[in-house]
């Protein structure tokens, strides 16, 4: 696994992103250290989720420096496949195999890309479907689970690649509240083991009560950033309206 030389799993220098002529990240900088949670929050189009997809290498950047995990993602020769092994990411679906049960769905990666042994994979299942409260599930296939349990799977098949980084981008928004509070609790979890993550979310209670820095982008570039009091006493009229209307 591979790490940074300092504490910074993450670092943004400047970070540009183009769709033809049109420019959806503007020169965006941050970092996030070892251990931290990080959130993103912003209207749709502001840039939040393309900025989470450049992290796992999902979107190439055409200006600046992007490194994560001790690799240069700015540079052409980054190798995507290890990359992936050290940062999950977690999507609103959960693109589940339907024909697999839970423990199949689990440790499929392991096994492909680690070549770990059927006991071995089968061994991590447990630990992570314990993690995420699902330990009586893993003989279910995602037919008979909920959207919020189908989502803690997704979770604990990222977590069985023991990432260094867990992304998560809009993971409770196909969801009822209740079922959003339980994956909620999950990745609540997650932050106070120690996990370090990037959170894209609508969420605004979650991000301030876990996240150590929440990041306000609009229109492609960082408004606003601190902790949870900036939604007390925002600095700018767009946080300002942003909150009030409870995006």
Known sequence: MASTANSNIVEFHNVRKLYGELEVLKGVSFSVPKGS???????????KSTALRCVNGLEAIQGGELHVC????????VDLRALRKDVGIVFQSYNLFPHKTVEENIT???????????????????RVLAEVGLSDKAK???????????????????????????LFDEVTSALD???????????????KAGMTMILVTHEMSFAKRVANQIIFMHQGVIWETGDGTMFDAPRTPELRNFVSNGL
């Open 177 to 191: 509240p209740e079922l959003t509070g339980e994956v909620l609790k999950t990745i609540e979890s997650l932050a």
């Open 70 to 77: 001790g690799r240069r993602l700015h540079e052409p020769n």
């Open 140 to 166: 279910s296939y995602p037919e008979q689970l909920s959207g919020g349990q189908q989502q803690r799977v997704a979770i604990a098949r990222s977590l069985a690649m023991e990432p260094e980084l867990m």
């Open 37 to 47: 949670v990080v959130a993103l929050i912003g209207r749709s189009g502001s840039g």
């Open 108 to 126: 499929l990666s392991p096994r492909l890309t680690k070549r770990l042994s059927k006991a071995h994979a089968r061994e991590i299942a447990e």
